[in-house]
């Protein structure tokens, strides 16, 4: 991706942040930005190539679907790709992201550029590093590790950012990605639950607000509420 282009997703970034009242290195509570931004988001195990989906309505309902097959930090990212195509993209049209079309498609390609950019802002990297190893170019593990639990994202798109942000070069990226992100967190202290899969069901909005009021208003039956709140794997209790 050409320079003026990066630079161009940056600004979409900085301008995103400011509209969601997030500082330019805060980390993101992902649920949280859902929740506010009424973005109704279903987590669903989907094939492994799957990543998810997003789509927009004419009245301007949001809804995303997010493979709780994937590991958690993965999710965050997808969720990120998902909110350029909801909210920065024009026109944007329904269909599935997967993991082999992000490097052909253009479009793609910025909407994995603002992910990365927006769940890693440079200036929250530096914060998080010493002087010695952004002038070495030598990033440490013990680094590596806080940074992707501050920002609750993968290895992988921890590395390729730094590796964009030239902190780290080509040989250290692949001598990093040889070591076990699961076992080198348990090692240092970490939850590990970053690099499972999780959030298996889960709906993120206002669905099941929604639902009733329609039902209050008398738009639906009782049974087709009920029915409604098991999609939310309500048991009635």
Known sequence: MRTNQIRLIEQMVVKFRQDVGLGNTDAINLKSLLLKLKVVSIFRPLSDDFCGMSLKDSSSHRFMLINSNHSKGRQHFTIAHELFHLFIEENPKPHKCTLSNGSKNPIEQQANMFA?????????????????????????????????????????ALLNRLSDLSFINKASKEELLKISATQSAREYGYDTSLYQPGNENLIVGDFGERARILFDAGKIS????????????????
């Open 116 to 156: 990365s950019i927006l769940l890693m802002p440079e200036d929250g990297i530096l914060q998080l590093l010493s002087k010695d190893e952004v002038e070495k170019g030598e990033v440490t593990l013990a680094s590596v590790l806080r940074i992707e639990h501050y920002y609750s994202v993968s290895r992988q």
């Open 222 to 237: 009782e049974g087709h509420y009920i029915e409604l709140l098991n999609k939310l794997d309500y048991n009635g209790k």
